[in-house]
């Protein structure tokens, strides 16, 4: 697979991932949405809304990149979480078109990115003001590994509050050769 191919893997299996995940939390009262699993960002719903707030950070410093990716261009305008638990909506009804708007961003992305691109050192300041220069295509895997990671959160807390979610694994979306 050619890299836009494996980034293109990586940008559907998020949106499949991420459209099951808020099925599936859909099915839950907000009392447990909402309830302490002891996670690092507490709840179901502060996991949710953290994967929100991570992409939404990773795609505004993306968007500064010299290619101008054209797909990220409603990050630019888009008002900056200032940390990384700070909520932005209180209800999973609001959350979810917003995670399928981020997701669509994601995926029109990827098909702009090219191997150059990849190459670049991106400057950017984090949510506490430290500067950092990082090769881009370590980056854009940090940012899909990011998502997976707390995903995988979100799918035992699922679990645990006995809804099945069935296959994560990534393998079943890599088509046959």
Same mark, same amino acid.
Do not use: C
């Given at each position: 697979?050619?890299?836009?191919?494996?980034?293109?893997?990586?940008?559907?299996?998020?949106?499949?991932?991420?459209?099951?995940?808020?099925?599936?939390?859909?099915?839950?009262?907000?009392?447990?949405?909402?309830?302490?699993?002891?996670?690092?960002?507490?709840?179901?719903?502060?996991?949710?809304?953290?994967?929100?707030?991570?992409?939404? #950070?990773? *795609?505004?410093? %993306?968007? =500064?990149?010299?290619?101008?990716?054209?797909?990220?261009?409603? @990050?630019?305008?888009?008002?900056?979480?200032?940390?990384?638990?700070?909520?932005?909506?209180?209800?999973?009804?609001?959350?979810?078109?917003?995670?399928?708007?981020?997701?669509?961003?994601?995926?029109?992305?990827?098909?702009?990115?090219?191997?150059?691109?990849?190459?670049?050192?991106?400057?950017?300041?984090?949510?506490?003001?430290?500067?950092?220069?990082?090769?881009?295509?370590? #980056?854009? *895997?940090?940012? %899909?590994? =990011?998502?997976?990671?707390?995903?995988?959160?979100?799918?035992? @807390?699922?679990?645990?509050?006995?809804?099945?979610?069935?296959?994560?694994?990534?393998?079943?979306?890599?088509?046959?050769?």
């Amino acid at each position: 697979m050619s890299l836009s191919e494996n980034l293109t893997l990586l940008a559907d299996y998020n949106a499949a991932m991420n459209q099951r995940m808020y099925e599936a939390a859909a099915q839950l009262p907000e009392e447990e949405l909402l309830a302490d699993r002891r996670a690092f960002f507490g709840s179901i719903l502060g996991t949710l809304n953290h994967l929100v707030v991570g992409d939404t #950070l990773w *795609l505004q410093r %993306f968007s =500064h990149h010299p290619a101008n990716f054209a797909a990220l261009a409603p @990050m630019r305008d888009m008002p900056a979480p200032t940390a990384l638990s700070q909520m932005q909506f209180y209800e999973l009804g609001h959350w979810h078109p917003h995670r399928m708007e981020l997701d669509a961003i994601i995926n029109a992305w990827v098909r702009e990115v090219r191997e150059e691109h990849l190459a670049h050192v991106l400057e950017y300041t984090n949510t506490k003001g430290v500067v950092a220069r990082k090769r881009m295509s370590s #980056l854009v *895997l940090h940012f %899909f590994n =990011h998502q997976t990671h707390h995903r995988g959160q979100v799918t035992t @807390m699922l679990s645990q509050a006995g809804i099945a979610f069935g296959v994560t694994d990534l393998l079943a979306g890599i088509p046959d050769e």
